[in-house]
């Protein structure tokens, strides 16, 4: 579960850095959703992990 926390960590910063960058141009909007999605399905996978007392890795 840990390795999905990840993968929604990096996925979050590259929607940040496309969004609030503004480097994305028309997808900024779009980008700032899907950074806060993710971010969101971060913190809820690392509660899980944590609720049933996975391993480190």
Known sequence: MLS???G???IALVAAVLGFSGIAG???GIAKLL???FLAL???SM???V???GSAV
């Open 4 to 6: 999905w926390a990840l």
């Open 35 to 37: 950074f806060f999605v």
């Open 8 to 10: 929604f960590f990096i």
């Open 42 to 44: 971060l913190i809820l």
């Open 51 to 53: 609720v049933r007392g």
């Open 47 to 49: 509660i899980v992990h």
């Open 26 to 28: 028309a997808a900024a």
